[in-house]
């Protein structure tokens, strides 16, 4: 159980070049996502959100989590205005806030889960 914090965290952090590195790519060198984007947008944050929430434990650290998140994916949204094939979405923005709410849901439930099944607990 003592694992799990730390395999988060790398996973976190790999996690977050990833989806900086694929906001970043110019838009022809996408793959094609087709209508999936905004789910795709929710999704990655959601698994950020998660292994930032699992990562780091309390509710300041989820506060933390998901403000960075946050102001992560708004400054990649506009930084893609520059980028050839690559435009700011609110909308966009707004599956990342889905995600990341969805996402500390989860790493809440998660960390109760831990709690509840560590040994010795009962």
């Known amino acids: 159980m003592q694992m799990i ?3 988060a965290r790398i996973s976190f952090a790999f996690g977050v070049l990833l989806v900086t590195w694929l906001s970043l ?7 094609g996502i087709g ?16 292994t930032g929430g699992l990562g780091f434990r309390g509710r300041r650290s989820a506060a933390t989590v998901a403000v960075g998140l946050l102001a992560l994916g708004s400054l990649l949204e506009v930084i893609q205005a520059a980028i050839p094939g690559r435009e700011a979405s609110v909308a966009d923005a707004s599956a990342n ?14 960390h109760l889960l831990l709690r509840r099944y560590q040994p010795g607990s009962g």
């Open 97 to 110: 806030a889905v995600g990341i709410a969805f996402g500390l849901a989860a790493a809440g439930a998660g």
């Open 35 to 50: 209508p999936w984007d905004k789910l795709l947008h929710a999704a990655a944050y959601a698994a950020l959100a998660l």
């Open 25 to 31: 790519i110019p838009g022809e060198d996408l793959p």
């Open 5 to 7: 914090p730390t395999i």
